[in-house]
């Protein structure tokens, strides 16, 4: 065996496997490296927006927190304003309530007086006719004299 022809024979078949390679086995390997690499730079864009996502997400989140809070407080301040509001009508009307009770009593007082003074009238009058008959010595008839004793009455 000569090394040349050997030689020769290996460079020969070297020159095959690699062209074979090449024509055949080198496309789908390039092919699959293409793919791979195009879905992983796919993944890495949904990824990064899914980063922009989850970040606009988190804005919103604390954009809405914030909105909520301040409706929250809004609320509670309007709650305490009604509250407030119900209390002074509350006190506005029981102070009305009092001053018509106040009124209604002193009307009643009023009448009540007024009725007693005639009544102490009545009697006074009573207690004149009594005392004129035992100073006169006779019987003084009080229908015959109502018209003298409503006088009487009216001065007292």
Known sequence: MNVNSTLFA????????????????WPPIMKALDERAEKISAGLSAAERGHEILDLAAQRSAETIREGKEKAAEMALQADQRAQQIIDDAREQARADAEKAMSDARAEINLEVARVKDELRERLANL??????????HEVDAKAHAKYLDAIKMDL
């Open 128 to 137: 004149v006719i009594a005392a004129t008959e035992k100073i006169l010595l």
């Open 10 to 25: 290996q460079i020969v078949v070297f020159l095959i496997l690699a062209w074979f390679t090449l024509r055949f086995v």
